[in-house]
Every structure is written in structure tokens, then in C-alpha cells.
């Protein structure tokens, strides 16, 4: 059994920058970087989050795919992917 549950972090910014890419105006697409990022500074000084050690979480692949199932909203799928 397998369950796919689309992202939303970036709903709210898709169909502009669908709209954006289609119209051209970001130019010519050469490569695509997605930065994942908080809405709070980081405590140096606090404990790791659970889901930051490895150890406990292994890594976390989910947040791969889930940043590139939006990029390809924006682009779509990298050469030689599966749809």
C-alpha cells in the first residue's frame, strides 16, 4: 500500500510561477536550485530537533521529494523521470 500526498509549501506561489516561466519572463531556463527554509532563526545553543538526527529519522527523503514534486509544477520532470 503506498499513499502520495502532494506538497503545499508552495501552492500559494505556483500558478505565478507557472505564469511567470510560461510568459518568459524569467529568460531561458538553465537549471533549477530549491532552498528550503524556516520562518525562524536557528538556537545553536538549543537541542536538535528529532527530525534533524539522522540517527533518529534517518534521512529525510521525503523533503526531497517533496521539493521536487514542486519544481516540477514549475518545469516539469527532470529528463528520463517517470511522469
Same mark, same amino acid.
Request: a negative charge.
Given at each position: 500500500?503506498?499513499?502520495? *500526498?502532494? *506538497?503545499?509549501?508552495? /501552492?500559494?506561489?505556483?500558478? &505565478?510561477?507557472?505564469?511567470?516561466? #510560461?510568459?518568459?519572463?524569467?529568460?531561458? =531556463?538553465?537549471?533549477? @536550485? &530549491? %532552498? +528550503?527554509? %524556516?520562518? $525562524?532563526?536557528?538556537?545553536?545553543?538549543?537541542? =536538535?530537533?528529532?527530525? $534533524?538526527?539522522? @540517527?533518529?529519522? #534517518? /534521512?529525510?527523503?521525503?523533503?526531497?521529494? +517533496? +521539493? /521536487? @514534486?514542486?519544481?516540477?509544477?514549475?518545469? #516539469?520532470? +527532470?529528463?528520463?523521470?517517470?511522469?
Amino acid at each position: 500500500m503506498c499513499q502520495l *500526498t502532494p *506538497t503545499s509549501t508552495t /501552492y500559494k506561489i505556483d500558478k &505565478v510561477l507557472q505564469r511567470l516561466i #510560461g510568459e518568459g519572463f524569467l529568460g531561458e =531556463l538553465l537549471s533549477v @536550485e &530549491v %532552498q +528550503a527554509l %524556516q520562518n $525562524h532563526f536557528v538556537d545553536r545553543g538549543g537541542d =536538535l530537533h528529532w527530525r $534533524h538526527d539522522w @540517527e533518529l529519522s #534517518g /534521512y529525510n527523503t521525503l523533503n526531497i521529494g +517533496a +521539493a /521536487y @514534486e514542486s519544481m516540477m509544477r514549475w518545469v #516539469g520532470g +527532470a529528463p528520463g523521470s517517470w511522469p
